[in-house]
T-cell receptor, first 119, second 111 residues
Framework: KAGVTQTPRYLIKTRGQQVTLSCSPI?????VSWYQQTPGQGLQFLFE???????NKGNFPGRFSGRQFSNSRSEMNVSTLELGDSALYLC??????????????????FGPGTRLTVL | GNSVTQMEGPVTLSEEAFLTINCTYT??????LFWYVQYPGEGLQLLLK?????DKGSNKGFEATYRKETTSFHLEKGSVQVSDSAVYFC??????????FGQGTRLTINP
């Protein structure tokens, strides 16, 4: 079974631009989560989508947004890029049954990440 | 909220040495616990997990036991190899699909 794929793998943008990152989950997985990884802040949760609905959101400004399509593929968008947005953006998918009060045993499988550099 | 504290690195060992990376967590109830590994230039790979107290997760010679009484999930390996050099992350999840990670421990194994 193919793993989580993310495109593109590398991006270079300038301040003020916007960017869209894509994530294709493992077949059959309906939950997609996004994380930002930086040397200073470590791994931080951005948001999670399940069945095309955002279920959870981390503490990031509104410039960070996402969506999920009917085939469970997800995109995240960052508008008005800032230098501090330079990071590795990781996507993870899981089987995740519906409802936030699930058993929480659904393991998240990560893609290789998209390395975003903002100049 | 939930939090994870990991042993600070970097950790440098010789091949065949014994490895312990400490991890403690703060959470109410019974979160699921994970260790992920990140090799240079790659994403995170699940190494092992445990979902209830006293469970032992194991994979590739690595082990970790869910200790509810000490809120810990320490990673151990009896004999490390050069190929184990990577960054290791302890993480918890509870309720919502939101992993909370420790800061990561960089491990270097010298031949």
């Amino acid at each position: 079974k193919a793993g989580v794929t993310q495109t593109p793998r590398y991006l270079i943008k300038t301040r003020g631009q916007q960017v869209t990152l894509s994530c294709s989950p493992i077949s059959g997985h309906r939950s997609v989560s996004w994380y930002q990884q930086t040397p200073g802040q470590g791994l931080q949760f951005l948001f999670e989508y399940f069945s095309e609905t955002q279920r959870n959101k981390g503490n990031f400004p509104g410039r960070f947004s996402g969506r999920q399509f009917s085939n469970s593929r997800s995109e995240m968008n960052v508008s008005t890029l800032e230098l501090g947005d330079s990071a590795l953006y990781l996507c993870a998918s899981s089987l995740a049954s519906g409802g936030a009060s699930s058993s929480s045993t659904d393991t998240q499988y990560f893609g290789p990440g998209t390395r975003l550099t903002v100049l | 909220g939930n939090s994870v504290t990991q042993m600070e690195g970097p950790v440098t060992l010789s091949e065949e040495a014994f490895l312990t990376i400490n991890c403690t967590y703060t959470a109410t109830g019974y979160p699921s616990l994970f260790w992920y590994v990140q090799y240079p230039g790659e994403g995170l790979q699940l190494l092992l997990k445990a979902t209830k107290a006293d469970d032992k997760g194991s994979n590739k010679g690595f082990e970790a036991t869910y200790r509810k009484e000490t809120t810990s999930f320490h990673l151990e390996k009896g004999s490390v190899q050069v190929s184990d050099s990577a960054v290791y992350f302890c993480a918890i999840i509870q309720g919502a699909q939101k992993l909370v990670f420790g800061q990561g421990t960089r491990l270097t194994i010298n031949p």
